[in-house]
Nanobody, 121 residues
Framework: QVQLAESGGGLVQAGGSLRLSCAAS????????MGWFRQAPGKEREFVAYVDWTGSTYYGIPVKGRFTASRENAKDTAYLQMSSLKPEDTATYYC???????????????WGQGTQVTVSS
């Protein structure tokens, strides 16, 4: 079955940048639209970014203008480039994959285990 693995998280100062990667195995990334989500302790999971099968993107309001989602199908890898990071961006970041444009915006078929991003003030 398809497995997703996030990497690239770590500690960064406010105003800095970080790039997260999401590697897919057991399937071709080209089959999926990719979503990025984050969750901070005690808070609900929050939508971050979406990149569809063609590379078109959509972003959640808190990160719009600061984050860029992309995909490299030949490497079976999706990316989330984060810049101008703020302490409120601190969270566990998850990538997810969907096989179809479901009506439910939260429906994804596969999820990664997450990678921690901590932004210091």
């Amino acid at each position: 079955q398809v497995q997703l693995a996030e990497s690239g998280g770590g500690l960064v100062q406010a105003g800095g940048s970080l790039r997260l990667s999401c590697a897919a195995s057991g399937g071709s990334l080209s089959s999926f639209a990719m979503g990025w989500f984050r969750q901070a302790p005690g808070k609900e999971r929050e939508f971050v970014a979406y990149v569809d099968w063609t590379g078109s993107t959509y972003y959640g309001i808190p990160v719009k203008g600061r984050f860029t989602a992309s995909r490299e199908n030949a490497k079976d890898t999706a990316y989330l480039q984060m810049s101008s990071l703020k302490p409120e961006d601190t969270a566990t970041y998850y990538c997810a994959a969907r096989l179809a444009p479901y009506n439910d915006p939260d429906r994804y078929d596969y999820w990664g285990q997450g990678t921690q991003v901590t932004v210091s003030s």
